[in-house]
Antibody, heavy 119, light 108 residues
Framework: EVQLWESGGGLVQPGGSLRLSCAAS????????LSWVRQAPGEGLEWVSD????????HYADSVKGRFTISRDNSNNTLNLQMNSLRVEDTAVYYC????????????WGQGTLVTVSS | EIVLTQSPGTLSLSPGERVTLSCRAS???????LAWYQQKPGQAPRLLIY???SRATGIPDRFSGSGSGTDFTLTISRLEPEDFAVYYC?????????FGGGTKVEIK
């Protein structure tokens, strides 16, 4: 059974930084791309970033490019998201999601971690 | 960027009814790279359909997807009580990946 467990969320002031992590189990970690998807309170889903299985290829939404950095540790089955220069509009539940074998849809999701950016 | 528009925004229906949800893309979605998700309050989304019409593992056959190009549909043949939720479409044919705004299916 695939399990994804996010951690690291919390309250941070505008301009601050936070690092999210996602611990994974139940699949061959290095064989799958992974992604972060966020959901602002009461809103829809927004893709944030993704990373290939090897970690050699990354992509970002324009809204976070230059501020967020995605990375992975294939020896420890962990996905990370370093978030800098946080803005109020980054407030959301952040989900870690496993990319499907047949394309960039998301076939497994974590439970999410809430990031609140507020003064 | 491909913009996905879902309609209607909310549907009020009774258990046992058939429901059809629409997802329209601002430009053609290549190779029918279109997925559907279900999300219940306080829960993560769950993959229902990928490749426009392929059911994900463990998804009941009352859920079906169809469409190509710019028009896609999710059909629930007979609503069960556990199907009342918000449904999102997502395209993965081009970057950036984008989601529709969602359709809420509520109990009438």
């Amino acid at each position: 059974e695939v399990q994804l467990w996010e951690s690291g969320g919390g309250l941070v002031q505008p301009g601050g930084s936070l690092r999210l992590s996602c611990a994974a189990s139940g699949f061959t970690f290095s064989s799958y791309a992974l992604s972060w998807v966020r959901q602002a309170p009461g809103e829809g889903l927004e893709w944030v970033s993704d990373i290939s299985g090897s970690g050699g290829s990354t992509h970002y939404a324009d809204s976070v490019k230059g501020r967020f950095t995605i990375s992975r540790d294939n020896s420890n089955n962990t996905l990370n998201l370093q978030m800098n220069s946080l803005r109020v509009e980054d407030t959301a539940v952040y989900y870690c999601a496993k990319v499907g074998a047949g394309g960039y849809y998301f076939d497994d999701w974590g439970q999410g971690t809430l990031v609140t950016v507020s003064s | 960027e491909i913009v996905l528009t879902q309609s209607p925004g909310t549907l009020s229906l009774s258990p046992g009814e058939r429901v059809t949800l629409s997802c329209r893309a601002s430009q053609s979605v290549s190779s029918s790279y279109l997925a559907w998700y279900q999300q219940k309050p306080g829960q993560a989304p769950r993959l229902l359909i990928y490749g426009a019409s392929s059911r994900a593992t463990g998804i009941p056959d009352r859920f079906s997807g169809s469409g190509s190009g710019t028009d896609f549909t999710l059909t629930i043949s007979r609503l069960e009580p556990e199907d009342f939720a918000v449904y999102y479409c997502q395209q993965y044919g081009s970057s950036p990946l984008t989601f529709g705004g969602g359709t809420k299916v509520e109990i009438k």
